[in-house]
């Protein structure tokens, strides 16, 4: 059997210390599955404060001097979290602040962000190189989204390992002005339209698109939708270009820390063939959230940062009517500010009925979860998604937009699909405020149905949404990348 060839999984998030999206859980789970099934296996990501402190006694294995104008000197620290070996990148003018790692308090950008994941990019490169200060070498450098998106280039450019990019969301692509270039010390003959340079910028996210071995993204479905105008974000093009060289892999989910059965945040636990606990989590969140206390009337779920991409201006639009469905409404999550308002003042108008918590709340995700009776997810686009299929796991049949990875977990009630045994959720007919409506009405009269929700629930809790699917279809790309190479 042909070794598995080594990786080095280069992020700028990792959960729990650092999170904003799906690439945080991402690279908290992919690494350990792609270790399971035979990979010797790196993660490359910033030393952090929240790092810092998991991580006090991390030790330094390299020093990395300054490598152009905008890339200081910094180190390399070496950690293990439960066996999975970590190279934290510790340059404290770049890393060492508070927060959001892409945001000031101000919430915009860090003026020298593109210092600060350039160099996480070059290192990235610089490991899989002859240059390399470790002796340990990678075959693959596996670049996450636009913040390590530029390490290809050096690699296609320099030379040295295989490299594969994965689109997490191709809306932020790290625009740079064209100046950018030489301040990251990228040669001049990278400065083309099949290189680095975008509309008269430097583009990470373009850059890693135009010169990695090959390129992933998060579903099969939004392989395809990113190849389209309405999705691609000015990269349609690019990518159509590249289209033998891109593929969707549906992410998973770390299926014990999110498992009903066993899960510390709930007030009952149950499983598939155990689905009338899950009752007692209904009341408790009911209980938490200031709702009325009541079984008579569906409970939709929503956990969610509060934008128009996340389609909660469609539930805006229809929400005082959901009391009288008759439904209720929990929802958990921020963002943006005008629509923070209106779900406090729609909550305001009807208590009892709909309750509002404008935070992160980890352990009050999992209670939604558990305590819902329907999951809403009615996103424009979504390039995975991972809430449905915690969902589907904890019998809470997502409602959702046909669209990225939702289209590719959420299978609609029908006669045929219940017939087959696929069912497990409710697809809107299209992106109106009123298909989401239309919908809502369908999963509360089927709820009505007890006997028929639960087959729907089972449908959904028996599908395996475990990383394991995507580690082997990863170490599939691995494999072809290194074939780009001979």
Not at 405 to 426: K, Q, Y
Request: hydrophobic fraction near 45%; glycine fraction near 8%; aromatic fraction near 8%.
């Amino acid at each position: 059997m042909t070794k598995a060839p080594a990786i080095l999984f280069a992020t700028s998030e990792m959960a729990p210390w650092v999170k904003t999206g799906g690439l945080g859980d991402v690279a908290a789970a992919l690494p350990v599955a792609l270790r399971r099934a035979g990979h010797d296996l790196r993660v490359l990501l910033p030393f952090y404060p929240a790092l810092q402190q998991a991580f006090p006694q991390a030790k330094q294995i390299a020093a990395i001097p300054p490598l152009a104008p905008a890339l200081p000197a910094a180190r390399l620290l070496a950690a293990e979290d439960n066996g999975l070996p970590l190279l934290l990148l510790d340059c404290p003018e770049l890393y060492q602040r508070p927060g959001n790692p892409y945001l000031a308090a101000d919430g915009l950008d860090w003026p020298d962000n593109a210092s600060r994941f350039g160099l996480l990019s070059r290192v990235a490169a610089l490991l899989g190189q002859a240059a390399s200060p470790l002796a340990w070498r990678p075959d693959i450098v596996h670049a996450n989204d636009w913040q390590t998106a530029l390490a290809p280039a050096w690699l296609h450019y320099q030379g040295g390992a295989a490299s594969i990019v994965t689109v997490h969301n191709i809306a932020f692509q790290g625009c740079y002005p064209a100046a950018t270039r030489a301040a990251l010390g990228l040669p001049e003959a990278a400065w083309r339209f099949d290189g680095v340079e975008y509309h008269g910028q430097v583009s990470f996210l373009k850059a890693g698109l135009q010169l990695a071995s090959l390129i992933s993204t998060v579903s099969p479905t939004y392989a395809r939708e990113i190849q389209d105008e309405e999705f691609g974000y000015g990269l349609a093009p690019l990518l159509r270009h590249r289209r033998d060289h891109l593929h969707g892999i549906l992410n998973g989910v770390d299926t014990e820390i999110w498992n009903p059965a066993t899960d510390p945040s709930l007030a009952a636990h149950y499983a598939a063939n155990r689905l009338a606990a899950k009752r007692a989590n209904k009341l408790a969140l009911q209980r938490a959230m200031g709702l009325a206390e009541s079984a008579d009337r569906p409970l939709f779920g929503v956990i969610s940062r509060l934008t128009a991409q996340k389609g909660l201006d469609l539930l805006l639009t229809i929400g005082d009517g959901i009391p009288h469905l008759p439904a209720q409404l929990a929802v958990l999550g921020s963002g943006d500010k005008a629509m923070e308002a209106g779900f406090l003042a729609l909550a305001e108008r009807h208590p009892g009925q709909i309750a509002v918590s404008l935070k992160f709340d980890e352990d009050l995700a999992h209670r939604i979860e558990a305590g819902a009776d329907c999951f809403l997810m009615p996103s424009r686009f979504e390039p995975c998604g991972l809430n449905q299929m915690y969902s589907l796991r904890y019998g809470t049949p997502p409602l959702v937009q046909a669209t990225g990875g939702l289209a590719d977990t959420v299978v609609d009630v029908s006669a045929a699909t219940l017939a087959d045994r696929t069912a497990n959720g409710f697809i809107m007919a299209d992106g109106s405020a009123h298909a989401l409506w239309q919908a809502m009405e369908r999963a509360t009269t089927t709820w009505q149905d007890k006997r028929l929700w639960q087959r729907i629930q089972q449908n959904g809790m028996r599908r395996d949404f475990s990383w394991s699917h995507a580690a082997t279809e990863y170490s599939q790309l691995y494999r072809d990348a290194l074939a780009t190479r001979t």
